[in-house]
């Protein structure tokens, strides 16, 4: 196994079969060449370049690197009260370490939806640190007692602690929101995050609240789209979806409780949803250990229930379903579990779409992201077999990790 981070390399691999998760199909006996960290011709024999490394994957699967939308990579505990009491070098060195095993998983663009921020994507490009490509929110926006807000209820301190490791702020009020969404844009935030409902791991809300007013929700995302950015909003009931969505929010976290009617409206406006089943699995058998409390656990279990019911129905109404995770604390290693779960519903081929071409749209990053195909950034995976038949290919057999030309991880 070896590992370089030299991306002025040209490599080429040679008898691949080229996975297209856009068409569904594995093309045999193809050659990709990778110049400057960007895959620059794909094709048959005609496909060489003097000098090049060549890589011979004896018709092992090359594939698009994974994309998963929903992370929390700076999350070092499931008690999310705890985390604006930790140390920001400890959080940052969490986080660094758990960016790290992202990448190795095959995840080579994560968005953080709360938590992350410039200092770690600078780190990542400047090669302090290794990691995936990262998309972030900065700071989840909520409101007081919202999904954001981690305070107890006998906890009389100011709701928002900019400068701790927290991984949401309060704001009230439309002035106030649209503070708080500029100052996160002001910090490099591609997207922001806005707390549409109650939520699982929040102390003080019920999971069929809706949080903010319609004219929040609207400031927030003018002030999105005033930046080409755009806002993705935390949500479970209808009612909740249906308020961020009809107001212009692009894509809605969860969403376990959708119904065909507030499907019919991701189609309308083009959204996108992010179920992530695998953090209620996950919290649901070993959320006590990873810091959990048993109030909050119970609402675990509320969720979990409607979590491959919400599934069936997005994917049934045909709309945008992009990849996540939400995992949290010590039970962020179960990141590859999503796409098990998630073929208790769907075709492997649906699922590797939604964590490659549907996630690299989400990220607004169409042709450059989840494809291989000239043009395209060389972040690649080498797996066994055929993952458009056995998903397993991706969680148990992964040989190689490519990201931006750089050959992360290599056992071939």
């Known amino acids: 196994m070896t590992t370089t981070t030299d991306t002025n390399r040209t490599w080429l691999f040679t008898n691949a079969s080229v996975l297209d998760p856009d068409v569904g199909t594995l093309h045999p006996d193809r050659r990709v060449l990778v110049t400057d960290g960007v895959i620059t011709e794909v094709g048959g024999s005609e496909v060489s370049y003097r000098g090049a490394e060549t890589i011979d994957l004896h018709g092992r699967t090359l594939m698009p690197g994974l994309i998963d939308a929903h992370v929390h990579v700076t999350a070092a505990t499931a008690d999310l009260s705890a985390l604006p009491r930790m140390a920001p070098s400890y959080t940052t060195l969490h986080a660094a370490a758990e960016l790290n095993r992202m990448l190795r998983r095959g995840f080579t663009s994560v968005r953080d939806c709360g938590g992350a921020d410039h200092g770690l994507a600078a780190g990542i490009r400047a090669g302090l640190i290794q990691g995936p490509r990262l998309h972030y929110a900065g700071k989840a926006l909520s409101q007081t007692g919202g999904h954001g807000d981690v305070r107890h209820p006998g906890d009389d301190t100011p709701g928002s602690h900019y400068c701790c490791p927290d991984f949401?702020?309060?704001?009230?009020?439309?002035?106030?929101?649209?503070?708080?969404?500029?100052?996160?844009?002001?910090?490099?935030?591609?997207?922001?995050?806005?707390?549409?409902?109650?939520?699982?791991?929040?102390?003080?809300?019920?999971?069929?609240?809706?949080?903010?007013?319609?004219?929040?929700?609207?400031?927030?995302?003018?002030?999105?789209?005033a930046a080409n950015r755009y806002a993705a909003g935390h949500a479970y009931t209808p009612e909740a979806i249906a308020r961020g969505v009809t107001n212009g929010v692009r894509s809605?976290?969860?969403?376990?409780?959708?119904?065909?009617?507030?499907?019919a409206l991701f189609r309308e406006h083009d959204a996108f949803i992010v179920p992530t089943l695998v953090t209620y699995h996950a919290l649901s058998k070993e959320g006590a250990a990873a810091g959990l409390?048993?109030?909050?656990?119970?609402?675990?279990?509320?969720?979990?229930?409607?979590?491959?019911?919400?599934?069936?129905?997005?994917h049934r109404n045909g709309i945008n379903i992009a990849f996540g995770s939400d995992l949290l604390g010590s039970l962020q290693d179960r990141q590859l579990?999503?796409?098990?779960?998630?073929?208790?519903?769907?075709?492997?081929?649906?699922?590797?779409?939604?964590?490659?071409?549907?996630?690299?749209?989400?990220?607004?990053?169409?042709?450059?992201?989840?494809?291989?195909?000239?043009?395209?950034?060389?972040?690649?995976?080498?797996?066994?077999?055929?993952?458009?038949?056995?998903?397993?290919?991706?969680?148990?057999?992964?040989?190689?990790?490519?990201?931006?030309?750089?050959?992360?991880?290599?056992?071939?």
Request: proline fraction near 2%; aromatic fraction near 2%.
């Open 293 to 314: 409390s048993d109030a909050l656990q119970a609402k675990v279990s509320e969720v979990l229930e409607a979590s491959f019911r919400g599934l069936e129905t997005a």
């Open 337 to 412: 579990d999503e796409f098990t779960l998630r073929t208790q519903v769907q075709e492997p081929v649906d699922v590797i779409r939604s964590a490659t071409v549907v996630g690299a749209r989400l990220l607004q990053a169409d042709g450059r992201l989840g494809i291989v195909a000239p043009g395209a950034h060389a972040d690649l995976l080498v797996v066994d077999g055929n993952p458009l038949e056995d998903i397993t290919a991706l969680t148990d057999s992964v040989h190689m990790v490519m990201a931006g030309g750089s050959m992360i991880l290599r056992s071939l």
């Open 168 to 225: 949401g702020r309060v704001c009230d009020g439309i002035s106030e929101c649209r503070r708080a969404a500029r100052d996160e844009l002001r910090k490099g935030a591609t997207h922001l995050k806005i707390m549409l409902s109650g939520g699982a791991t929040s102390p003080t809300d019920r999971i069929d609240s809706t949080q903010f007013s319609v004219e929040e929700i609207r400031a927030i995302v003018e002030e999105a789209r």
């Open 252 to 263: 809605i976290e969860h969403g376990n409780f959708i119904d065909d009617a507030t499907a």
